[in-house]
């Protein structure tokens, strides 16, 4: 009897210490979760790297010290994670992810820390894909500054994530969510008195949203009124790019004008990034249309009110902006929006790059627009970047457009 008692109460006691290890184990990582993720600016990330990671997560502690965590409702640029899971390792001794992209050299310059985890993930956020194999770290240090790979140093008090796989390598750091967008202002009869420069601006009762609530589902950031994420994706004509006289840098520095661009021209897509023009799906020089002109202190931009661009954080299109708003520029820091108008422009442009972004006028926007949801447009085009990256071929067959194309597709949310 004894001995059997004694067996009953070392399984008790047993099991409640697995239970505390599992408790601890679920709250540490699961401090890394209910974040945002940012790259850390001057990475040289590849395009492959989303700007902003959303962590909200659930951690499922494993008896062994292992946790996994599914990736349902993770995020990269507003684009939900699917059909994927991240299984992490609390502070090995040996690395369970050795030989992965740069896994070894973060695995030993992290070992000096006063914790981290390492483990493997694999997941689909539209665009945003994993490749298999791809190591995941993540660690805080609130003593000492850390190292990651590519020497970038790792300042304490952060919390740090690093992606590395055999085709790329991003590190994002934790930083304050979004700037929340102005409320709402009631709105009054007196207009904005006219710009003699820019054209027909929008008086304080005229709505740039206009047109029908299709009550798309949409992803909301905190502090973002419903009544701005449900904005219509409709748009005037389905004409969705930016006017003639728009700007790119290229590679060499130079400045070149949106009609002048040219399929292999290598635009600046972000801070230290460039990407190749594989095709257009608007190129038209004639013909006045209006756009949205958005203004900062230093810059301003002109694309059709459905063109997406990143706004406070996230994808948005521009008939969404108002002032007071957070663009981000071609530094990668961003500028408080000053002015909204409604301008008239000559022709449509609109080139693809590779990577799905562009800086236009030192704004940094998409090449994608509400016309068709972002994800989807990026896999339709998909056979395109694979037949000009794979031969050098690109087609003009959607420079005038794609209008029965997208009548067939899903329409992008106003707010991503």
């Not at 419903?226 to 904005?231: F, G, L, Q």
Request: proline content about 6%; overall charge negative.
């Amino acid at each position: 009897m004894v001995r059997i008692a004694a067996i009953f109460i070392y399984s008790l006691l047993f099991s409640f210490c697995v239970a505390q290890q599992r408790k601890m184990t679920g709250d540490r990582v699961e401090g890394f979760f209910g974040r945002f993720m940012e790259v850390v600016p001057g990475t040289p990330v590849k395009e492959e790297c989303s700007k902003l990671v959303k962590h909200f997560g659930q951690a499922t502690p494993n008896d062994n010290g292992t946790v996994l965590i599914l990736t349902g409702s993770i995020q990269h640029n507003g684009n939900k994670c699917r059909e994927g899971t991240m299984l992490m390792h609390d502070s090995p001794e040996t690395n369970p992810v050795a030989g992965v992209g740069k896994a070894d050299e973060t695995f030993d310059n992290l070992q000096v820390s006063d914790g981290f985890w390492v483990g493997e993930s694999t997941r689909n956020c539209g665009r945003w894909q994993l490749p298999k194999p791809t190591a995941v770290f993540m660690v805080y240090d609130k003593n000492r500054k850390l190292v990651g790979p590519y020497n970038v140093p790792l300042e304490k008090g952060f919390t740090y994530m690093i992606f590395t796989n055999k085709r790329f390598t991003c590190i994002y750091r934790d930083v304050p969510p979004p700037s929340p967008r102005p409320s709402p202002k009631a709105p009054s009869p007196k207009p904005v008195a006219p710009s003699e420069a820019d054209g027909e601006t929008f008086s304080a009762a005229e709505d740039i949203n206009d047109g029908d609530t299709v009550g798309v589902p949409v992803t909301v950031l905190p502090g973002v009124p419903k009544e701005s994420a449900e904005a219509t994706a409709e748009d005037d004509d389905g004409s969705t790019c930016f006017p003639a006289d728009t700007t790119v840098e290229l590679e060499d520095g130079s400045v070149k004008e949106m009609a002048q661009v040219n399929i292999g021209d290598r635009v600046r897509v972000g801070r230290s990034m460039f990407s190749e023009v594989f095709m257009f799906t608007h190129r038209l020089q004639d013909g006045e249309n209006y756009f949205v002109k958005i203004e900062t202190d230093s810059s301003g931009i002109s694309l059709t009110k459905g063109h997406y661009l990143f706004v406070n954080g996230v994808l948005a299109a521009a008939k969404t902006v108002q002032v007071g708003d957070l663009v981000e520029l071609a530094s990668g820091e961003t500028a408080t929006v000053r002015a909204v108008k409604k301008v008239k422009g000559t022709g449509l442009y609109n080139p693809q790059t590779i990577s799905g972004d562009i800086v236009v006028n030192g704004i940094r926007a998409s090449t994608y627009t509400t016309t068709v949801d972002p994800a989807f447009a990026h896999r339709l085009l998909t056979p395109f970047r694979a037949l000009y990256q794979a031969f050098g071929v690109a087609t003009s067959a959607f420079e005038r457009g794609a209008v029965n194309l997208a009548k067939l597709a899903p329409q992008g949310a106003a707010i991503l």
